[in-house]
């Protein structure tokens, strides 16, 4: 690598057609969502992504992301991949490509890679983060960032009934109407509830999920923790597959994509899952 202060953004031009995978961070609650949109194409997370990078090629740049984000959810570390349409190094892209970008999203960083990855088909387990502000007035400094609970929350007991949705089940309890995914069999390999001061955050990683999954989930996770339901609620909830019988969807204010995971021969960069405003560490589920 050429500069040693950013060791993933290297001078060196690519040759055309080379497939990159890169970090993307943003702050969704301006955007309608990751998904590119007809109607608002300047207003989705893809559309401003792919704008920037077709600046840098000076062509037309589509990409491929690991997991599409709903309005107001927000990414410390959103996988995406592309295929270059001119040579340009990997300086260029990260560099080049945040001058085109507003405060709201930002390349991490850039890395080569094989043909045969794709950033969602490759990918092994996705993890996200759900904060909640948990004090009795809300905070006008994390307005858009984070979830807002005024009633105290027992921690102990949410980290406790989240145990449940460990392992292989049938999550069509806590799948929106709208999912559009062939099965509601998900895999949550971690899961934990934790508190820092006047944040809870809940952590849980997966193979993958449904549509509003950890939005319910933390719904869920709220209404127990706060004493709206008894102790054993969410198991029941789980094992009813009726997703009538769960909690109001979270807001997508408090959602974060933390990380994706990639098998070792890809070689990505490994970086703390965020948000940036969490220490380092923080809650490692």
């Known amino acids: 690598m050429t500069d040693n202060s950013f060791p993933f953004?290297?001078?060196?031009p690519l040759p055309v057609g080379q497939r990159l995978a890169l970090a993307v961070e943003y702050n969704g609650s301006k955007f309608h969502g990751w998904q590119l949109q007809k109607h608002c194409i300047e207003q989705t997370v893809q559309g401003r992504v792919e704008k920037a990078l077709s600046t840098v090629a000076n062509a037309p740049v589509r990409v491929h992301?690991?997991?599409?984000?709903?309005?107001?959810?927000?990414?410390s570390e959103q996988i995406i991949h592309f295929d270059a349409p001119t040579s340009r190094s990997i300086k260029a892209w990260v560099m080049g490509g945040n001058a085109q970008l507003d405060n709201a999203i930002a390349f991490k960083w850039a890395i080569p890679v094989a043909q045969e990855f794709h950033a969602r088909f490759s990918a092994s387990h996705r993890r996200y983060r759900y904060v909640i502000y948990n004090a009795a007035i809300r905070s006008a400094i994390m307005a858009g960032k984070v979830s807002w609970e005024k009633l105290p929350l027992d921690v102990s007991l949410m980290d406790a009934e989240a145990q449940c949705l460990l392992g292989e089940q049938d999550f069509s309890a806590f799948r929106a109407a709208s999912c559009q995914s062939r099965t509601s069999m998900r895999c949550v390999h971690k899961v934990s509830v934790s508190r820092l001061a006047d944040l809870v955050v809940v952590d849980i990683q997966a193979n993958a999920f449904l549509h509003h999954m950890v939005r319910n989930i933390a719904g869920a996770l709220l209404d127990v923790g706060s004493g709206r339901r008894r102790q054993g609620w969410i198991e029941q909830v789980l094992r009813s597959g009726d997703r009538s019988r769960g909690s109001v969807t979270a807001s997508p204010f408090g959602l974060y994509l933390v990380s994706v995971g990639y098998a070792e021969e890809?070689?990505?960069?490994?970086?703390?899952?965020?948000?940036g405003f969490l220490p380092a560490g923080f809650s490692d589920c």
Not at 9 to 12: G, L, M, S, V, Y
Not at 67 to 73: E, F, I, K, L, P
């Open 9 to 12: 953004f290297d001078a060196i």
């Open 65 to 75: 992301c690991a997991g599409r984000t709903d309005a107001g959810v927000h990414a």
């Open 266 to 275: 890809y070689n990505l960069p490994l970086s703390s899952p965020g948000p």
